[in-house]
């Protein structure tokens, strides 16, 4: 996995801005890890075990609505 994860630093890490180059859209070191663990001989093993809702990132102040939203909705699913 720290392998990958260098890897990736080569990959992304912009020297002279100080940064991650983002040009292709979000980084998402997670998704990017799957994704070269997966065309390894030995792969990765992934399987869904979160609800929808927990997927919900926070980017933006409206996230944060949407995020509170969800946890209520989960908690009163919860004590049902």
């Known amino acids: ?38 065309r390894r001989s030995n792969g990765v093993f992934a399987g869904p075990i979160a609800d929808w809702r927990e997927e919900q990132g926070i980017k933006e102040l409206a996230d944060v609505s949407a995020c509170a939203s969800f946890i209520a909705e989960l ?3 919860d004590h049902r």
């Open 1 to 38: 996995m720290f392998a990958v994860l260098r890897e990736l630093r080569e990959r992304f890490w912009n020297q002279s801005k100080g940064c991650y180059d983002r040009s292709r859209g979000e980084l998402g070191f997670p998704n990017e890890m799957i994704n070269i663990l997966a």
């Open 75 to 77: 908690q009163e699913e």
